[in-house]
């Protein structure tokens, strides 16, 4: 059965990512079940990092945010050579 879009049965491949998709998809879902209590201790241990990672991203793009802000009003001013 070829796909909709594809003339030259081009659905042959689609069905085993599909398949494989719906397997890694059932066995997650199994997995996280069954460890509930890692899964939990893995997204205890991983937030702390990750808050303290895009902290530093978001102050370091205010940092320099507020540097060109600064830069633009001092070029503007008469006088005042870079």
Do not use: H, N
Not at 15 to 35: D, E, V
Not at 50 to 66: C, D, E, K, R
């Amino acid at each position: 059965m070829a796909c909709a879009g594809s003339p030259d049965g081009g659905g042959k491949v689609m069905m085993p990512s599909i398949m494989t998709g719906l397997l890694a998809i059932s066995l997650g879902l199994w997995g996280l079940s069954a460890w509930w209590w890692s899964v939990v201790e893995v997204l205890r241990g991983v937030l702390p990092v990750a808050l303290i990672f895009f902290g530093v991203i978001a102050l370091a793009a205010g940092v320099s945010g507020l540097r060109r802000q600064q830069a633009d009003r001092d070029a503007d001013l008469p006088g005042v050579d870079e």
